[in-house]
């Protein structure tokens, strides 16, 4: 039996951050994962394998639509789908292998095998017990279903499916008109689906700011998804290769049914707690099904410890990423801080979206006066000359002090856009302070300080 200072259960981008931390913050470490690569979810079925097939359908779209207008002649590439999983799978394999060098170089044990927790201070992996003096549970989250739905991963699949398909299908219905779903939907899109999502509410990326929901779901609509919205899906019948999808319109109760040869379920995650034995332990648990932490990220058992998506808050890999060091922080005897106000969201669509504090919704619900400071790609050089003129930034400031309270992006670069607002709120800058900052011309974050200076005298290019 080992005995460790810390034992984190889950190698996702929560728990593997966490442990780098603790390893720099001099404490004894161990990893807990029962995949044969370390990760979770993020690395190896979810953000990174999903970015590799976001650009390569990406390029087959610039080569297939705007190539010929740069002058860029030549008969459009044809897409050959086994290599193109072959450079998604080469991908996890640096990343993965990346994050097992880094438990190597900061002396953290990967004690491999699935985890439980007989009892507060012990961890078991397969038939051994491993003491510690704290743990640290981030086990991450899993698919969350629907009643009448059954997922087989080759017909109806989750996003774990949707990343290895035998084939491109023809007709692709998805579930969820949330990122994950707009994302993969768009990669088959891109590459000849035809696709369907269908929505039980009435607008996309549900929690979004309404005009940003608007006009992206117009853009999209452009690029040839269609979208069914309030529609709430009954079942799914399915054989080996094809399913038939049966939904309601709440408006008028009326029955549909829709045949796709691959349906995406994209309703959600939930948290993956399974077999960790927290009914035992007496760990208390929201209504949701998430792990309840204090602002220190323990639980209500002593020295146990939780992170990312198995507690409250958006189920982001950087969201984890913070709160796994401000835990090792605060297992260390030191101050761990997650400001929860200032955590972007970003969709990697093309073009990308892109968000971070209050929405117009929000502020309004909160009788709190605001200013919006808006301004349109269709203004920026840059954006003009590499056809990626759609969408808008748009900045929230309160109305009497000037501080920046949100933003909102749709357009190029926009995940990487929004840090410079981030920055700017971690620091309460006013809109001002930006608006007064120079910015290099010619670039996609001129569109930043144009949507600032909007919050003032006015946009100089709009």
Request: hydrophobic share 40%; aromatic share 6%.
């Amino acid at each position: 039996m080992a005995s460790y200072d810390v034992i984190i259960i889950g190698s996702g981008p929560g728990g593997y951050v966490c442990a780098i931390r603790c390893a720099q913050r001099g404490l004894k470490t161990a990893i807990v994962e029962g995949r044969d690569t370390l990760g979770g979810t993020c690395l190896n079925v979810g953000c990174i394998p999903s970015k590799a097939l976001l650009h390569a359908s990406h390029m087959l779209h610039e080569a297939e639509h705007n190539f010929a207008a740069m002058g860029l002649k030549g008969k459009s590439p044809s897409v050959d789908w086994k290599q193109m999983l072959s450079y998604k799978d080469d991908t996890i394999g640096q990343n993965t292998k990346g994050v097992e060098f880094l438990m190597k170089k900061n002396k953290v044990d990967w004690l491999k095998g699935w985890g439980s927790i007989p009892e507060a201070g012990k961890v078991k992996v397969g038939d051994e017990v491993h003491e510690a003096k704290s743990i640290v549970i981030a086990s991450g989250s899993e698919p969350a279903s629907l009643p009448g739905v059954e997922v087989d991963e080759k017909v109806v699949v989750t996003s774990t499916g949707a990343l290895e398909l035998g084939k491109v299908p023809k007709k692709m219905v998805v579930i969820g008109a949330g990122v994950i779903g707009l994302e993969l939907g768009s990669v088959y899109k891109r590459l000849g689906s035809e696709v369907q999502v269908i929505e039980f509410l009435d607008a996309i990326t549900p929690g979004m700011d309404a005009e940003v929901q608007r006009s992206f779901q117009k853009i999209l609509k452009k690029q040839g998804i269609d979208f069914t919205m309030g529609a709430a899906v009954q079942k799914v019948d399915a054989t080996k290769t094809k399913a038939k999808v049966t939904y309601k319109l709440r408006k008028d109760d009326s029955e549909h049914v829709v045949d796709a040869d691959v349906v995406l379920v994209a309703t959600g995650r939930k948290p993956y707690t399974d077999g960790l034995g927290l009914d035992a332990l007496g760990i208390e648990m929201t209504k949701r099904g998430q792990i309840a932490v204090d602002a220190h990220w323990q639980t209500n058992v002593p020295g146990i410890y939780a992170i990312g998506d198995v507690i409250e808050g958006p189920m982001l890999a950087h969201k984890a990423e913070d709160e796994g060091m401000a835990a090792a922080d605060q297992i260390a005897g030191h101050h761990g801080h997650v400001n929860y106000g200032v955590i972007p969201g970003v969709i990697y669509t093309h073009p990308e979206v892109s968000n971070v504090g209050e929405t117009e919704e929000t502020l309004k619900e909160q009788g709190r006066k605001y200013k919006a400071g808006k301004f349109s790609f269709m203004g920026n050089g840059r954006a003009k000359a590499n056809f990626a003129a759609d969408g808008f930034v748009k900045i929230l400031a309160d109305a009497e002090t000037d501080r920046i309270l949100g933003a909102h992006i749709i357009g190029p670069g926009a995940g990487d856009l929004i840090h410079e607002i981030c920055v700017a709120m971690e620091f309460g800058a006013s809109a001002e302070d930006l608006a007064l900052t120079c910015h290099a011309h010619p670039t996609y974050s001129e569109a930043v300080r144009e949507a600032a200076l909007a919050c003032g005298l006015g946009a100089i290019h709009s």
